[in-house]
């Protein structure tokens, strides 16, 4: 292409790619495959089915050409959180990547997708949203907040980075702007327009913005040590309903082993997180906890 589509036309392009594929993992009835080795007959063809899918963007005879999934169809993931990224969402993601943006709109983020859900006909409970979160861990709380003092210093590396950040998923060259100035109000972009929504409650220089985008999935409550972290992350989870988060961050062998030797013990201990899986497939562990 010449120039990427408009943003809610990628969503209308994503929502009958989902419907077809969804169509194609249909096309095999359940009992289909024989694997008959003295007829020699793979499948029965009268229970695998021509889809015939004619769209905007798609035109699929189909049938599927080998097995469906083993529960019909794979987990559905998404991330986005404009209005059609949501309206998608609701749809039909069984879970969610959503980026914190304070507790009150974290819920309201939560509270919306499943009220859109039950519009759609859909078990609120059957997609499980997570938030990501990169909490700073430390033996002591003394060493965390050291830790966060250091990736939050405005060096010249660190604001260049979080400008970088931000040109990247906007497609906007924020290089351009002042750094001591507030960003220009008449802003908009093709990419990530949630993303650059939240720019505007991020500082009030693009320095603070950049500084703030740099670490944006990073909530200073959740720095300290694996309890107090876990404790705080008990109590978001209350406030905002549910379901948990996904853990980001420096993925150095030391910071994997503050989260899977500190932080999800601690979780474990309060019960928040589990320590087996019991299921055969990801929907029933991502469904269950």
Same mark, same amino acid.
């Given at each position: 292409?010449?120039?990427?589509?408009?943003?809610?036309?990628?969503?209308?392009?994503?929502?009958?790619?989902?419907?077809?594929?969804?169509?194609?993992?249909?096309?095999?009835?359940?009992?289909?495959?024989?694997?008959?080795?003295?007829?020699?007959?793979?499948?029965?063809?009268?229970?695998?089915?021509?889809?015939?899918?004619?769209?905007?963007?798609?035109?699929?005879?189909?049938?599927?050409?080998?097995?469906?999934?083993?529960?019909?169809?794979?987990?559905?993931?998404?991330? @986005?959180?404009s209005?059609?990224?949501?309206? +998608?969402?609701?749809?039909? %993601?069984?879970?969610?990547?959503?980026?914190? *943006?304070? !507790?009150?709109?974290?819920?309201?983020?939560?509270?919306?997708i499943?009220?859109?859900?039950?519009?759609?006909?859909?078990?609120p409970?059957?997609?499980?949203?997570?938030?990501?979160?990169?909490?700073?861990?430390?033996?002591?709380?003394?060493?965390?907040?050291?830790?966060?003092?250091?990736?939050?210093?405005?060096?010249?590396?660190?604001?260049?980075?979080g400008?970088?950040?931000?040109?990247?998923?906007?497609?906007?060259?924020?290089?351009?702007?002042?750094?001591?100035?507030?960003?220009?109000?008449?802003?908009?972009?093709? @990419?990530?327009?949630?993303?650059?929504?939240? +720019?505007?409650?991020?500082? %009030?220089?693009?320095?603070d913005?950049?500084? *703030?985008? !740099?670490?944006?999935?990073?909530?200073?409550?959740?720095?300290?040590?694996?309890?107090?972290?876990?404790?705080?992350?008990?109590?978001?989870?209350?406030?905002?309903?549910?379901?948990?988060?996904?853990?980001?961050?420096?993925?150095?062998?030391?910071?994997?082993?503050?989260?899977?030797?500190?932080?999800?013990?601690?979780?474990?201990?309060?019960?928040?997180?589990?320590?087996s899986?019991?299921?055969?497939?990801l929907?029933?562990?991502?469904?269950?906890?």
């Amino acid at each position: 292409m010449d120039a990427l589509l408009g943003h809610d036309e990628r969503y209308e392009m994503a929502d009958e790619f989902t419907g077809l594929v969804h169509k194609l993992w249909a096309s095999w009835d359940a009992d289909a495959l024989l694997a008959d080795k003295d007829t020699g007959t793979y499948v029965d063809h009268t229970k695998v089915h021509v889809v015939d899918h004619v769209g905007t963007y798609f035109k699929v005879r189909g049938p599927l050409n080998t097995l469906p999934p083993p529960q019909g169809s794979p987990v559905i993931c998404q991330a @986005g959180s404009s209005e059609r990224g949501r309206e +998608f969402a609701a749809k039909y %993601a069984e879970t969610i990547l959503a980026v914190p *943006t304070g !507790l009150e709109r974290m819920k309201e983020f939560r509270d919306d997708i499943r009220a859109r859900m039950e519009m759609y006909g859909r078990n609120p409970e059957d997609c499980k949203i997570l938030f990501i979160a990169e909490p700073v861990l430390g033996a002591t709380e003394a060493e965390a907040q050291d830790t966060w003092a250091r990736m939050n210093e405005p060096t010249p590396a660190n604001i260049e980075r979080g400008l970088m950040g931000m040109s990247t998923v906007t497609d906007i060259d924020f290089s351009q702007y002042a750094l001591d100035q507030p960003l220009p109000t008449d802003l908009s972009t093709n @990419g990530h327009q949630s993303s650059l929504k939240n +720019f505007y409650t991020y500082g %009030a220089t693009l320095q603070d913005v950049a500084m *703030t985008w !740099l670490h944006h999935y990073a909530d200073e409550s959740l720095v300290g040590t694996p309890d107090q972290v876990a404790d705080r992350m008990a109590e978001m989870m209350e406030f905002i309903g549910g379901d948990g988060f996904l853990i980001s961050g420096p993925m150095s062998r030391h910071y994997i082993s503050q989260v899977c030797d500190g932080l999800v013990p601690a979780l474990q201990a309060r019960g928040l997180t589990r320590t087996s899986y019991t299921h055969e497939h990801l929907r029933d562990n991502l469904l269950e906890f």
